[in-house]
């Protein structure tokens, strides 16, 4: 089961980091570009710094808005330093959605909080557990007359925060998202287009947990 996880973990990280939004580089050729020519004219310095200024604030803002998160900003919610993820368990008919699920919030934590993850269970503040309630599959497009197309899987999970005395720091239920995929005439290929489908739809899924957290406490 950790094997499984691990392996999960592994492909999340490397379809995520092909996703992932870096820096503005434009910013940085910006700044390159005004502070290498020195020119002594005072009014030309002062416009200068006024424009490194501007630019740093919205390489900032942009920062924010792309879902940056420094290691230095502290440890979880609650005054809680070291977190434990257990794997979910499996209430669906969907073999190893759990284990997908599980790898996607493992990732979000780790690139969200690299310090604060717990090696075990038996060391952490809080252990954050749950259950995946249901996936749920429809057509949403037809190529022909009785034939699918395009279908959308949805899955839901629900979990909570739990200390080592058993007090219940916070909880969700029913929280869900969903992602299309294309139906092949090889059922083979439909199966991994919808894995590939609820691999995605974790990581949304993994991003609301944690901002859900950062929110409420």
């Known amino acids: 089961m950790c094997s499984d ?25 910006l700044l390159s570009s005004d ?10 310095m002062g416009l200068k710094k006024i424009k490194i200024t501007a630019i740093m604030i919205l390489f900032a803002v ?10 230095e900003e502290g440890g979880f919610p609650g005054d809680t330093d070291r977190l434990f993820v257990k794997v979910l368990e499996n209430r669906t008919q969907e073999t190893g959605v759990e284990n997908i699920v599980t790898a996607a919030l493992l ?23 749950g259950v995946v309630e249901e996936v749920a599959i429809r057509t949403i497009s037809t190529r022909k007359r ?3 197309g395009e279908r959308r899987v949805t899955v839901s999970v629900a979990l909570k925060l739990t200390k080592p005395d058993g ?13 299309g995929y294309s139906v092949d005439a090889n059922n083979e290929r439909t199966d991994q287009n919808r894995r590939d ?4 739809l ?6 609301k947990v944690v901002n859900r957290l950062s929110d409420d406490f």
């Open 146 to 148: 009785d034939t699918a």
């Open 197 to 200: 489908a609820i691999r995605v």
């Open 107 to 129: 990732s979000e934590f780790t690139l969200r909080k690299i310090d604060n993850l717990a090696s075990g269970i038996d060391n952490a503040d809080v252990v954050l557990s």
């Open 35 to 44: 502070l290498c020519p020195l020119k002594t004219d005072t009014r030309e």
């Open 62 to 71: 942009l920062c924010s808005a792309c879902g940056y998160r420094f290691s």
């Open 167 to 179: 007090n219940v720091v916070w909880a969700t239920k029913h929280l869900s998202d969903d992602e």
């Open 5 to 29: 996880v691990r392996k999960q973990m592994t492909e999340d990280r490397k379809q995520k980091s092909d996703s992932v939004l870096h820096p503005p580089i434009f910013i940085i050729c």
């Open 202 to 207: 974790s990581r949304r899924i993994a991003e």
